[in-house]
């Protein structure tokens, strides 16, 4: 029974999440394509037809819009490893890592994890506050990602936590770009996960 209700919930949330999904999609597409279309037909057939054109253009242009982005989007994440959750549908990811290494070693090997991102550079590192901030470059997928670490040290071991997410904040889809980022990233950090010296 408690099961059966964990369940309930569970699939209400993935659908809330996916309708929120559609529904930005939808109004990101709509009101730019309905605007444009809205005042182009006002300069040719008047004002009234120019705002009818303008609805029914915006909700064709962004229900469809929002349809073949959002099934593009959901295919390519649910392709990959971590894909089959609601939240790796997200274009916000985080990853925590531990690593039983020196401070320096740690931080040093954030540094070079950045390498595994195509076209990523370091842009700030403060090795004081245990902070890197890497931004990659524009792909097909995104317009750019932020990448950023903080380490921190527990007794023996160092605590990282990773970040990845799209450098345009308003980026709706990036079709994994960014879960593809922290998987990258905690692959090579686990593989160096103790000090072999």
């Keep these: 029974m408690l099961a059966a209700q964990w369940q309930h919930r569970y699939t209400i949330k993935s659908w809330t999440q996916k309708m929120k999904r559609y529904l930005k999609l939808f109004l990101a597409s709509a009101i730019p394509f309905g605007i444009s279309m809205g005042i182009f037909n006002s300069f040719q057939h008047g004002i009234h037809s120019g705002?009818?054109?303008?609805?029914?253009?915006?909700?064709?242009?962004?229900?469809?819009?929002?349809?073949?982005?959002?099934?593009?989007?959901?295919?390519?994440?649910?392709?990959?490893?971590?894909?089959?959750?609601?939240?790796?549908?997200?274009?916000?990811?985080?990853?925590?890592?531990e690593l039983m290494l020196p401070y320096d070693k740690a931080f040093d090997l954030c540094v070079e994890a950045l390498s595994m991102?195509?076209?990523?550079?370091?842009?700030?590192?403060?090795?004081?506050?245990?902070?890197?901030?890497?931004?990659?470059?524009?792909?097909?997928?995104?317009?750019?990602?932020?990448?950023?670490?903080?380490?921190?040290?527990?007794?023996?071991?160092?605590?990282?936590?990773?970040?990845?997410?799209?450098?345009?904040?308003?980026?709706?889809?990036?079709?994994g770009k960014n879960l593809e980022n922290v998987n990258k990233i905690e692959g090579f950090l686990k593989a160096h996960r103790e000090d072999t010296v």
């Design 117 to 175: 991102i195509k076209n990523c550079k370091v842009q700030d590192e403060d090795r004081s506050q245990g902070k890197i901030l890497g931004k990659a470059g524009k792909t097909w997928k995104t317009f750019g990602d932020t990448i950023s670490f903080e380490l921190t040290k527990i007794g023996n071991e160092i605590q990282i936590e990773v970040s990845s997410r799209p450098t345009v904040p308003t980026t709706l889809v990036d079709y």
């Design 51 to 97: 705002l009818v054109a303008g609805v029914v253009s915006g909700v064709f242009f962004g229900g469809l819009m929002s349809v073949i982005l959002a099934f593009l989007h959901s295919r390519t994440v649910r392709r990959m490893p971590y894909g089959k959750s609601e939240e790796a549908m997200g274009v916000y990811h985080i990853r925590n890592v």
